[in-house]
């Protein structure tokens, strides 16, 4: 089945740590996302890449890092920097940028202890 | 710049009974609309959208959306609401400018009581 896979869907931290959050999708689509999720806050979008080889910042791009180096796959990386990383994070993709709706993942949940 | 707005945190409704979920926005040119929804510890699932055409767009589960361009509104709705309804529903729109970004509101929750 085509879909977006998104692991580990849980993870925990110590401060100080980076951690990668792996997002992988078999739906062919050219653009994929990644968003946070923090309670009555909707979703905020940290980075996006609408071709393979680029990616832009989203709205809350600090702290976090990502790559794009296969059409399939969108690693996350939280870094050190990022002071308040506690959250549930979503990968989506869309065919194209510009058109359609979301697909998501099943999300990964990262707790810093 | 591009918002979202779902005035309200929760809706309650008893099963059975008609449910609109609310939504307003506010975008430069012609908004792409859509409904999400998402069950607990899960990722979004798309309900449904608007592009152009039919300002009553039907989803799936018996969803429904009108999409009322002069009160910049995008109102969910389902005629008989069902336990299993029970979940966050997010409205959401993408402009044309701003880089084609997907901005979301926060979210309602949805009870629907027996």
């Known amino acids: 089945d085509g879909g977006i896979t998104q692991s580990p869907k849980y993870l925990f931290r110590k401060e100080g740590q980076n951690v990668t959050l792996s997002c992988e999708q078999n739906?062919?689509?050219?653009?994929m996302y990644w968003y946070r999720q923090d309670p009555g806050q909707g979703l905020r979008l940290i980075y996006y890449?609408?071709?393979?080889?680029?990616?832009q910042k989203g709205d809350i791009a600090e702290g976090y890092s990502v790559s794009r180096e296969k059409k399939e796959s969108f690693p996350l990386t939280v870094t050190s920097a990022q002071k308040n990383p506690t959250a549930f994070y979503l990968c989506?993709?869309?065919?194209?940028?510009?058109?359609?709706?979301?697909?998501f993942g099943e999300g990964s949940r990262l707790t810093v202890l | 710049a591009q918002s979202v707005a779902q005035p309200e945190d929760q809706v309650n409704v008893a099963e059975g009974n008609p449910l609109t979920v609310k939504c307003t926005y506010s975008?430069?040119?012609?908004?792409?609309l859509f409904w999400y929804v998402q069950y607990p510890n899960r990722g979004l699932q798309f309900l449904l959208k608007?592009?152009?055409?039919?300002?009553l767009v039907k989803g799936s589960y018996g969803f429904e959306a009108e999409f009322n361009k002069s009160q910049t509104s995008f109102h969910l709705k389902k005629p008989s609401a069902l336990v299993s309804d029970s979940a966050l529903y997010f409205c959401a729109v993408r402009a044309p400018t701003g880089g084609f970004k997907t901005i979301f509101g926060a979210g309602t929750r949805l009870f629907v009581k027996a």
């Open positions: 989506a993709s869309s065919r194209t940028a510009n058109t359609g709706e979301l697909f």
């Open positions: 608007y592009i152009t055409g039919d300002n």
């Open positions: 890449s609408q071709i393979v080889n680029d990616f």
């Open positions: 975008v430069s040119g012609n908004p792409y």
């Open positions: 739906l062919n689509h050219d653009a």
